[in-house]
C-alpha cells in the first residue's frame, strides 16, 4: 500500500494538525486569499482538491461558492462532512485519486493547499495530477498550489533532523532525510502510546523548485500568472518559504 493511502488517518488529525483547532483559525484569511488570489465572482464553481479536514471547503462554502472537496482519505471525507453539517452548508463530496478526477470542464478554479502536491514516486504521475487539474476546469479557470519552496525548505528541514513532541500522552519521533538529486524529502514517525507500544507511519514528499513547477504547468497547457509568498498578497522570491502559484487555464469563460 502506497504511503498516501494510509498515512491521513486518526494519528495524522492528532499528531500532525494537533486536532485542527490551530489551522482552522486561519482558514477565513486563507480564503480571503484564494477569493482574491482567483479572482473569484460570486457562486463560483470550486474543486478543493485534496480537501483534508474541510477547513477552506466549509469556509468557501459559508461565502456562497460551489464547492466541491476531494480527497483519497475516507476518514478526512468524514470530517468535512461532519463540518459541514455543523456549519450548516452545502458541500459535494467525491473518493477519487487526484490523478485520476471525474469531470470536464466543469469547474471555475481548484485550489490545492498545504502542500497535497508531490505525493507520487515519479515526475510523470505527479504532471498526471496537473493533467486531471487542467481537464477538469473550464476554459479561463484557474489553478491555486500552494507549495514549499524547495530551495528554502532543504534548509528548514535539514537532512537527518530527528525530532520529539508529546502530545495527548503520546511520544512522538520524526526522523527526516532529504534524496537531493531526486528532490525528495522522507519523513519516518515513531509514534509511541502511554502503554508503550509503537507503531510507524511513513511520508514521502518530492519537492519542487519554482522553475520545476512552472515548466511542468505549461507542459501540461496553463499560462502561469503570478506567484504570491504568502497570504498577504506579497510577491515571491527565491527566499521564500513558500510558493502559492497561480496558473490560468487558456480561454473564454
Not at 88 to 96: E, L, P, T
Not at 162 to 169: D, K, L, N, Q, V
Request: glycine share 8%; proline share 3%.
Amino acid at each position: 500500500m502506497a504511503w498516501y493511502e494510509e498515512f491521513f488517518d486518526e494519528d495524522y488529525m492528532r499528531f500532525y494538525l494537533r486536532g485542527g483547532a490551530v489551522h482552522a483559525e486561519k482558514a477565513p484569511a486563507e480564503c480571503d486569499f484564494i477569493v482574491k488570489a482567483l479572482e473569484l465572482s460570486e457562486g463560483a464553481k470550486v474543486l478543493d482538491l485534496c480537501c483534508g479536514q474541510g477547513r477552506h471547503a466549509v469556509e468557501l462554502a459559508k461565502r456562497g461558492f460551489e464547492i466541491t472537496g476531494a480527497d483519497l482519505s475516507e476518514y478526512l471525507l468524514g470530517l468535512v462532512r461532519k463540518a459541514a453539517e455543523e456549519a450548516g452548508v452545502s458541500v459535494c463530496f467525491k473518493h477519487c485519486d487526484m490523478r485520476e478526477l471525474p469531470w470536464e470542464t466543469e469547474f471555475d478554479a481548484v485550489i490545492n493547499m498545504f502542500t497535497s502536491f508531490g505525493y507520487f514516486e515519479s515526475d510523470e504521475e505527479n504532471e498526471k495530477v496537473l493533467r486531471a487539474v487542467h481537464k477538469v476546469l473550464r476554459p479561463g479557470g484557474r489553478l491555486l498550489l500552494d507549495l514549499p519552496n524547495r530551495d528554502v525548505f532543504v534548509n528548514m528541514i535539514p537532512d537527518g533532523r530527528r525530532t520529539w513532541s508529546e502530545h495527548e500522552g503520546c511520544l512522538v519521533l520524526d526522523e527526516h532525510t532529504w534524496n537531493h538529486d531526486e528532490g525528495r524529502l522522507y519523513l519516518n514517525r515513531t509514534i509511541i502510546d502511554p502503554d508503550g507500544s509503537r507503531r510507524q507511519k511513513y511520508h514521502d514528499l518530492r519537492v519542487y523548485s519554482h522553475s520545476e513547477i512552472a515548466d511542468m504547468l505549461s507542459r501540461v497547457g496553463f499560462e502561469a500568472e503570478r506567484t504570491f509568498a504568502d497570504l498577504d498578497m506579497s510577491d515571491f522570491t527565491s527566499e521564500s518559504k513558500r510558493m502559492l502559484v497561480v496558473a490560468r487555464k487558456p480561454g473564454t469563460p
